[in-house]
């Protein structure tokens, strides 16, 4: 990363890793990720279920189950340093200047309260503020994500509201206190398409009119496309592929960014009623750990070398990917088995 | 061509209880569905959650009895088919590998479970068969003894097809058969099926609410809404050029992997179908931003279209708009 | 399927296990089946390890003190009770009576209770609302109460006692049944099953009793155990087993009088009591411990 770019980062992440405890021995969830998220862009997470990305933002936000321990060398928000933080002062940052929006806002939402006490409870806790200052932002708030008579809502309880609407107020939540960073773990994955396309929108907008770092986590590469300025393709737990959003759907460098995209059904690209692409084999164990390239098993282009330390390449200054092969030579392999 | 399936003015009804108190709702999961599956097509049904397209599924199936409407197949009543015929013509695949194969029961008993039911062939026959319903989608031999808990995703997904191939159905209905799934096993789903279909000549029904999937993989495409068949059209015409408002918001919303296109406006605000409170008239119209009042008065009775039929007010008839 | 050659870093690693070996690894399952499995064995080879006739009376040899006591002998390792019978034979014989007791009444009351949680879980609708009525009566019944009064007006004997234990017994049953099976009901492998056009017994049978079967395992432990305590209860106060049979509670209510000039004649059946139930209870906990982890449960 390059350091004059570091000095604007809201979050700064540099060789995080995270390892849980099972019983038949250590998972190393997350190897060594870096990246950073600046004031006012999207950075995806992007990969498939086990590829690290939620441990990640748990482990960003401290939220990490008991059995997982985190290291990092750097692990910074807005400069000051998050790995040595204690429990309080993470508190302090957590729900008021790094916000975090989950999958299911139904689990994330406390059933027994109002939406108006659960907006109007964090306000006042970070920054002290009075119940009728707290309310009246919360009346703003629900009103700027598009609910409509959002008086009436605050006096109602999380099941009286559809899955749009719950993932409506946890946005309206997210930004009750102003955060300079959200971090959003497959924030649409449970709606609806017409829906999401509404909270990603909605999400998208409010981004960019308040300046905020945005973190989001998918699987989906349709929303990684339309949504994101930097993209992170993670693989068995480390990053294999970084660009930005244009540069890596142009030309996806890492063999399983590539093998991820002929995955893909594209209307208009791949003819319909025909196979698709396949990336054969599975995900490997991340118990015990990896040497060398994790995707070795699955890959067409896979060779000795793999199982070495894998070098970073680099397409553009911005587009980065691990593998021992340059992306020309690969391509014209890919052409010639085509 | 006469359909191989034929569902006249099907309906189902459930009865939801709202608290202790309160009167029980009526929901109405699917409301006077007519729809004919001809053999040898993929008929893709769409819809979002709550559209009623898995209780019309298990109608199909026959595991489910309707309200009311018929299900016809090859012209029989299903209702009068015994139990196991209809099984030997049409087996479903669910949506969740993990909750549809039994973790008590290796995979060849598992696989083999719709022989034993026929009760036509002995032990052996039916391990044999299994196995080779198995090698049919990719499925080697030695997972025949295995648990489920032993296999991946996918693998699971493969299992619960080669159960549903194992009496040599005409019909496989797929609920979801790759929502579960990740993006690079749900490829590999849905090759096995292009290849089945294929190779073993079957008719699909499959559901899904993955447009793109559906769009790869369906010759024709209902889409649902909120019980009812909104539109109905071939599908590289209804993909094309959609007719109904809902079915171009749902079009719209797919979010393709280009970058630079940006999110795209759905204009449906933020009222959200509720199967307990259909609206009266269309029941798009509350999120419909084309609705006008004669919307709000009278359900829009099915408009022919180019290659099927939308069921809209603002819909004019292919053959009148071309006159 | 045309899947490429793999280049294997390390195969999946499934580290499920037989359930034998989940159970060597347990804990609880391994120190309840020694308590349990000595208490058979014990009741199984009661003939061989008696010293003595347990129901022998020698009046002049009676109150005698176990060998620890300064008063010991060897002859009756145990002691003797009021009437003289050698106490360590009617220890051993009596853990003959309390297993009878336990697993008779696990079977009946648990052949009822899993036949009506089964039927209501698997047919819902009227059944269910029958039957949950009925689990609802039952419930309302305490049973000690009801169990006394039966004993009282048929007279107490050991087939009355199980009879009126197991027909008493199978609430728990019927209601952990009746969830688990409504649970497992719901899911697509019975659904699956259906479309294949199983039959309602095959279904039942095959695809949901073994999946609620670690549910059945823990119930059945602790209703046993349960039982066991019952019974001594029961015959504590008169109204279980009758005289002379060496039934561990009957042991403890002949004793009660001497409690504080021979208390051993209450302890030795005592401690056999409470390690039996104790071997039972353990066995029950480490087997839903090691059924329930199955893929993910």
Redesign the interface.
Known sequence: MASAAASAAVLEVEDLSVTIRTPAGPLHAVRGVSFDVRRGETVCLVG??GCGKSMTSLAIMSLLPETATRRARRLAFAGADLAGATGAEINALRGNRMAMIFQEPMTALNPAWTIGDQLVEVHRRHKRSGRAEARERAVDLLGKV???SPVERLGQYPHQL????RQ?VMIAMALMCGPDLIIADEPTTAL???????I??LL?GLQRELGIALLLIT??????????DRVHVMYAGAIVERAT??E???RPCHPYTR?????????GV?E????????PG?VPSLIGGIEGCAFRSRCEHARAGCAQAVPVRRASATHHYVCVEEVAEMAALGEATA | MSALIEARGLSRTFSVSRGLFARRATLNAVAGVDLDVHKGEVLGIVG??GCGKSTLA?MI???LPPSSGTVRLSGRDIRVM???????R???V???P????????RVAS?VA??LA??GSHSAEERRARAIAALDKV?LPARYADN????L?G?QRQRV?IA?ALV?EPEIVVCDEPTSAL???V???I???L??LKENLGLTYVFIS?N???V???A?RVAVMYLGRIVELGA??EL?RNPRHPYTQ??L???????????????L?G?A?P?PLNVPAGCPFHPRCPQAVEMCRGAVPKPVDTAAGFAACHLVTDAASRAA | ?S?AVILPIET?T?K?GSPAARMAANPSVVTGLLLVGAVVAIALLAPLLAPHDPYAQDLTRRLIPPIWHDKGVWFNPLGTDNLGRDYLSRVLYGARISLLIGLSVMVISGLIGTALGLAAGYFGGRTDLVISFVITARLAMPVVLVALAVVAMIGGSLPVVILTLGLLKWDRFAVVMRSATQQVRS???V?????????RS?IVLG?IL??V?PHLIVVATVEAGSAILLEAALSFLGLGVQPPLPSWGLMIAEAKNLMFFSFWLIAIPGTALALLVLGINLLGDGLRDVFAP????
């Open positions: 498939e279920s598009g609910i409509a559809s899955g749009g609407l409506r609806d398409v017409t829906i999401q396309a509404q990603l929108r998208a699987h989906d590469l349709g929303i990684v496309a339309r949504i994101a959003a244009a890596l759907f142009a093998g991820l995209l002929s995955c893909l059904p594209a209307p791949t319909a009623g025909t196979r698709l692409g396949t990336i599975v | 979002e959650s298990r199936l026959g595991l015994p139990r196991r015929a209809l099984a030997r049409m087996q479903p669910f949506q969740d993990y909750s549809s194969l039994n973790p008590r029961r598992i479970l719709p039911v026929q990719g648990f489920p808990s032993q991946s996918g619960a159960r009496t990740d993006v690079s749900q490829s590999q849905l090759n096995l292009i290849d609410h447009l793109a999937v769009e790869h993989l010759t599908t590289a993909f918001a749902l719209a919303s797919v979010l393709t992997p280009e970058p630079g296109l940006g999110i795209p406006e759905a449906l933020t959200s509720d | 399927m899947d999946v499934t499920v899911l697509d492998y659904t699956a099953a259906e479309a294949a056009g199983a039959s095959r695809e073994p999946n079967f199955d893929g993910r449960s």
